[in-house]
Nanobody
Framework: QVQLVESGGGLVQPGGSLRLSCAAS????????MNWYRQAPGKERELVAT???????DYGDSVKGRFTISRDHDKNTVSLQMNSLKPEDTAVYYC????????????WGQGTQVTVSS
């Protein structure tokens, strides 16, 4: 069974930083595009950042210039460095692995809470 385990969430003041990590196991990490999504109360889940196996990166408009996604193929991890956090960044953040190359697979972590508040 594929597992995605997020860590690093918590409470931070506006303007602060957090680093989320997602450890993936029981999958061929190199064929998966890795994504971070978030869902705030009463809102739909939104894509925050994505990184392909080849390293192509894209961000949601609301986080561009503040968040940085990266992946480590040796450790099978994907990280999200979040800087200049705003109260509107408050949400549950989810790690997602989506298979490519004709393979079927779409997996989610359990989520980690990020709260930005003074």
């Amino acid at each position: 069974q594929v597992q995605l385990v997020e860590s690093g969430g918590g409470l931070v003041q506006p303007g602060g930083s957090l680093r989320l990590s997602c450890a993936a196991s029981r999958l061929i990490f190199s064929i998966y595009t890795m994504n971070w999504y978030r869902q705030a109360p009463g809102k739909e889940r939104e894509l925050v950042a994505t990184i392909t196996s080849g390293g192509t990166i894209d961000y949601g408009d609301s986080v561009k210039g503040r968040f940085t996604i990266s992946r480590d193929h040796d450790k099978n991890t994907v990280s999200l460095q979040m800087n200049s956090l705003k109260p509107e960044d408050t949400a549950v953040y989810y790690c997602n692995a989506r298979a490519t190359m004709g393979v079927v697979g779409d997996y989610w972590g359990q989520g980690t809470q990020v709260t930005v508040s003074s």
